[in-house]
């Protein structure tokens, strides 16, 4: 079962980036994205797993030409009330309504952790991606604090993550992936990034960002 279909997840879901750490964390997690996102041409992008509309809206603003997806009506409802600049539908990641080469760019935040199949997903957002076009991931780190602590989680224990090197791995298939990290977790889950300290703590945000060459 989806988690995010829960209604109540929903609705709460953008509650926690109203709270000190999720402030934090987000400020960590969009500056890794813009920088990724400064190196790609602006065009038609398709974001799967958009949820709330959370990062729909750094997309928009950035101007790219959004058609934000996802499978779970009540996070999409979420989305539709901010009234952004984008489409907003219904869609599995992985059978994709789409022609093939369809977009410029593709991304996803925070959603490949929670698919039936991410090899399913990859072969879906390579169909539809563009040649010579980029796939944008942001992925939780498997090695993280967060992980080590994702069986204690209502929402992460359903995740299934990546690690750096399993990354990789995944993404050869486009070209070269250019992988970037942020928001370096404690044991007690303070944000580490802003210390002396921050070398020693896995971080548990990678942002990925590869051209589809192959």
Sequence with gaps: MNVFKNEEIAVAYDDYYQTQAGKEIDAIEKKLLVEALQKVPKGKMLELGCGTGHWTELFVNMDFDVIATDISDAMLCQAIEKNLDAEVLNADAGDLPFKNESFDVVASVTMMEFVTSKDVVLNE??????????????????????????????????????????????????????????????????????????????????????????
């Design 125 to 214: 957002i390579y169909r539809v991606l563009k040649p010579g076009g980029y796939l944008l991931l942001g992925c939780l780190n498997g090695n993280s604090q967060l992980a080590k602590n994702a069986e204690n989680d209502p929402v992460f224990k359903n995740a299934a993550f990546y690690t750096p090197e399993s990354l990789l791995k995944a993404l050869t298939k486009f070209g070269a992936p250019e992988l970037t990290y942020g928001v370096r977790f404690a044991p007690d889950f303070r944000v580490m990034d802003q210390t002396a300290e921050k070398d020693n703590h896995e971080p548990a945000f990678i942002v990925a960002l590869v051209q589809k060459t192959k």
